[in-house]
Every structure is written in C-alpha cells, then in structure tokens.
C-alpha cells in the first residue's frame, strides 16, 4: 500500500472545495458518484469544458474527508491526471461560478423590457 501524503491546503478549511486538473472523457455523473462517496454534496458545478469543479458538502468534515480522499489521484483512472483539491470560500466558488454563466443575463433583462415595451405599443394602438 502506498500512502499518499496531502499536502495542506493554501486555504483554510471550509465546506466547498475546487477541484481541478480533469481531463475528457469523463461522466459528470460518475464524478458525481465519486463525490457522494466521501459526504453529501448540498452544490455542485463543473465547467463547460469540464476542467474543474466547485464542490459544496454539508459540512467541514465531508469535504475534509473528500480532500484527503482524492488530492493526488487520477481520476478517471484510465486517462485522468492527479487531481489538485483545495479548499476555497463558498463566495469565491459562487463569484468564479457567476463569471464563468454565459453573458445571456443582461440580454434577457432587456429582451424582456423589450417584450414590455412591445406589449405596451399594443396596448396603446388597441385604444
């Protein structure tokens, strides 16, 4: 058996963790699996290009026990790469999650003030 030392995290313990370093092919739900292993996953989100994750479990230990767990390990077995686990706050999971959406928000904010505003041209011509 070979014990693989973790190093410590560059980050203070919290709940949510980034995990980086994947390589395609790989199942979003077999990754998903992997991770209810080790807690309860309470969020979840990966990438579009499926380079990485943010992990939210319910509490410290379970995502203690997930970092312990998979830091340093290739995943998936057959062609994944040693996989990076640190610790990160729930807010920069949230704000890296916000930056990575798609750029739509602000034009469905206005395709729908257009749609009001089209509304209110019938209105007004139907009078």
């Known amino acids: 058996i070979i014990m693989i030392t973790v190093p ?5 313990p919290t709940n949510t963790l980034k995990i980086d370093q994947f390589v395609r092919p790989l199942k979003i739900q077999k990754l998903q699996e992997l991770l209810a292993e080790t807690g309860t996953v309470v969020q979840f989100w990966m990438d579009a290009i499926k380079t990485h994750c943010f992990v939210t479990y319910s509490n410290l ?3 203690a026990q997930t970092r312990e767990t998979l830091h ?3 995943w998936p077995p057959e062609t994944g790469k040693p996989l990076r686990v640190e610790f990160v706050s729930k ?3 949230d704000l890296e999650i916000e930056k990575a959406q798609p750029k ?3 034009q ?5 003030s257009s ?4 509304h209110q041209q019938q209105s007004h011509h139907q009078q």
């Open 115 to 118: 749609a009001e505003h089209l």
């Open 91 to 93: 807010l920069f999971a």
């Open 72 to 74: 340093g390990v290739a």
């Open 8 to 12: 410590a995290s560059s980050h203070p």
């Open 61 to 63: 230990e379970e995502a």
């Open 108 to 112: 469905v904010t206005h395709s729908q």
């Open 104 to 106: 739509s928000s602000p």
